[in-house]
Structure formats: C-alpha cells, structure tokens
C-alpha cells in the first residue's frame, strides 16, 4: 500500500524565484491539503483540494498556487519567494475532505 | 487566544514512566482530535484521533476528550527511548462552520525519555 509521496526531498532557491512541490496521495485517497511547518512551529494550513477544486484557504497570500490533477496528485506552486518561505512543505491525503490525514515526507524548502 | 495550545517543553520522563501530554483549544465547535508524533527532520505521523468524550486506548497509548473544558491529552504507558519526538495535537473544525476541514496544530511538546 503506497502512502503519501513527495517530490522534490530538498530544494534550494533564491529570493524572487518560483517553485513547484508535488505530491501523490496514499493510494485510494482523493483529497490532498497542504501545510507549511516552519522551524520549531507546528504546521500551518496553506489550501486543501478535493474534486480538483480549492475547497478550503488558510492565511497564505496569493503567491501560495495549487491545482489538482484528475488522478489526485497535486501541486504547490510558489512564486515570488521569501526568505521567510524556508519550510518544510508537507502534503496531507485523505478519503474525503474530512477524513483523517496523512502526511507525506514534506519537501524541505530553503530560500537564499 | 491561540487556537491550539501546548506546553512546548522539553518534557523529560525517566523509561518506564507514563508521560502525560496536554492540549487545549479555542473553538467550541471542533469535532476531531489527533495526536502525531514528529520526528527531527520528519514528517507527522499519525498516532491516535478521537471524536468522543472519554478515553480511548491503542496499545500504549490514551487519548483523552473533555469537550466542556475543551481540552485533549495524550498518555503514554510504559515509555521507551524510542517515544522521544515532538507530539503535535490538532483539530479539526466544525463542520457547521462550512467545509471547515483544516487541521490546526499546536506548536508541539517535545518529549525526552531518559533510559
């Protein structure tokens, strides 16, 4: 049984630069959220997408993208960045917007 | 008031001991709790929710609900080095509120056990 995958493990950028995060959902779920965990903080809500629609935003600005793909995977899209968006980005699945989460490996997000 | 609060720590228990992780959170309205354990450099895992008031068991573990004093804890039995991590409490909101699917950290307790 695949869990929950992520792609890239680590990525390094520069301020201004845009980036793409991508994410497989554990095999049978068809909603994925998405969170931002900056050091030492707990993760922080960015948009859950369910139906290949954004169902749900947390307090990220327009910079923070996303879209969902007919076979469930997703994408987080970046733009503009900040040094203040080093993160690990992490990537939740579940059966249905309100079924239980799990998270994938997160991508390690480092911005110079 | 933040929404989700946990004493940070470190919380050091001796192996063997119980350890007893607290959380508290703001909105009344909030239907499930989930404890994850985290790691250093990991992702969250998931190690017990709960939707009712109460207690509920998986092995070594007790989770706790008290929705009048809105507050969650988490017990862990017979603790092993291996316990060590930060444990994050979310939830998760209320379905009233309009698709309110979101889970809410708190910042994490870390927790050392000593052998």
């Known amino acids: 049984d695949a869990g929950v995958t992520q792609s890239p493990t680590h990525l390094i950028k520069t301020r201004g630069q845009q980036v793409t995060l991508r994410c497989s959902p554990k095999?049978?779920?068809?909603?994925v959220s998405w969170y931002q965990q900056a050091l030492g903080q707990g993760p922080q809500f960015i948009f859950q997408y369910y139906e290949e629609e954004e169902r749900q935003r947390g307090n990220f600005p327009d910079r923070f993208s996303g879209h969902q793909f007919p076979n469930y995977s997703s994408e987080l899209n970046v733009n503009a960045l900040l040094l203040g968006d080093s993160a690990l980005y992490l990537c939740?699945?579940?059966?249905?917007?309100?079924?239980?989460?799990?998270f994938g490996p997160g991508t390690r997000l480092t911005v110079l | 008031q933040k929404e989700v609060e946990q004493n940070s720590g470190p919380l050091s228990v001796p192996e063997g001991a119980i350890a007893s992780l607290n959380c508290t959170y703001s909105?009344?309205?909030?239907?499930?709790f989930f404890w994850y354990r985290q790691y250093s450099g990991k992702s969250p895992e998931l190690i017990m929710f709960?939707?009712?008031?109460g207690d509920k068991e998986d092995g070594r573990f007790t989770a706790q609900l008290n929705k009048a004093s809105q507050y969650v804890s988490l017990l862990i039995r017979d603790s092993q080095p291996s316990d060590s991590a930060t444990y994050l409490c979310a939830v998760n909101g209320a379905e009233l509120r309009g698709s309110n699917y979101k889970l809410t950290f708190g910042k994490g307790t870390l927790l050392t056990v000593n052998p």
């Open positions: 095999s049978g779920h068809d909603t």
């Open positions: 909105d009344r309205g909030s239907q499930s």
């Open positions: 939740a699945s579940s059966f249905g917007p309100s079924d239980t989460q799990y």
């Open positions: 709960i939707y009712s008031n």
